[in-house]
């Protein structure tokens, strides 16, 4: 009767599912640094839809590792998901005010150039990775969301160059991001864009102004176009664009790409259907995050 009894409660006891193990593949070997991309495989039925994520750290810092409950969450709502490593220029140094204005380019420019490169490796390896390239998504987060926003309309191409970009993304996410060149949207081919960002961020403006509000007199004074002031110019352009705005809060929207899993996936849906309504959703600071 014990033996039955111990057996039923075994039943009942809640399963532990191991998180999956990443697939890490280089794509890229620079100086004395070896560039990854970790694997996320959906664990619902595939949906055909794959994201390149690039992780935050103020381009000294910050680890794919742990980026996992993005690539989770994403998983099961039937997404492929890439979390790569790209080169931290700045490394045991700063981004702020005190580092000179030409370091700080530098160092995103760099992130661009790692971003294009593990594109370029998912495009050429599509086959093998089972991605789709019409329908790859490009993800950011804070410094992470400065890249991927610069790769796709990028100051650092010569604005005489009139090429076609490298790569067409089926849209960009970014969490809390902002442009270097607010010209960059003009005649740029249309990339529907997702945007969330926080009215009190203290780092990277919600509108026009300088990175971290540093003082024109600092070596680092780098002015910025946030996520207010992209909104108004790509709705002007008649661009898909979509908006969250996150009243009075801070730079912590840079992290709610762990969260806003269903915002995400409508986004990306429409996006591949080509059917994204532009609009802004204001979501109030007393409201539930």
Not at 172 to 185: E, H, I, K, N, P
Not at 229 to 248: A, C
Not at 263 to 270: I, R
Request: glycine residues 6%; positive net charge.
């Amino acid at each position: 009767m014990k033996k039955i009894a111990y057996g039923l409660l075994l039943m009942l006891l809640p399963v532990c599912v191991k998180a999956q193990q990443a697939e890490r593949m280089v794509y890229s070997i620079k100086d004395a640094d070896t560039l990854w991309i970790d694997h996320y495989k959906p664990t619902a039925s595939a949906n055909g839809m794959s994201v390149l994520f690039v992780h935050g750290g103020a381009f000294t810092g910050g680890d794919p590792s742990n980026q996992t409950p993005l690539a989770e969450g994403l998983n099961k709502l039937g997404y492929r998901v890439f979390v790569m490593k790209y080169r931290l220029y700045l490394k045991g140094k700063s981004f702020g005010c005190e580092t000179a204005t030409p370091e700080k380019l530098k160092a995103i420019r760099i992130a661009i150039e790692d971003a294009e490169n593990a594109t370029a490796y998912l495009a050429t390896h599509f086959k093998d990775l089972d991605v789709d390239t019409t329908k790859l998504f490009l993800t950011g987060s804070s410094a992470g969301a400065e890249t991927v926003l610069n790769l796709v309309w990028n100051p650092f191409k010569p604005k005489k160059d009139t090429s076609s970009p490298k790569f067409k993304y089926a849209g960009v996410l970014s969490f809390s991001g902002a442009l270097l060149d607010l010209t960059r949207l003009k005649n740029a081919p249309v990339t529907p864009l997702l945007m969330m960002h926080g009215t009190n961020d203290q780092l990277v403006p919600f509108g026009t102004d300088a990175h971290r509000f540093c003082n024109a007199s600092d070596n680092g004074w780098l002015m910025m176009f946030g996520s207010s002031t992209i909104y108004q110019e790509m709705r002007k352009k008649q661009l898909p664009v979509i908006l969250y705005t996150y009243e009075g809060l801070g730079h912590e929207v840079s992290n709610f790409m762990f969260r806003r899993f269903a915002e995400m996936d409508t986004f990306m849906k429409a996006a591949v259907n080509r059917n994204v309504e532009s609009k802004s959703i204001v979501i109030a600071k007393q409201a539930k995050d």
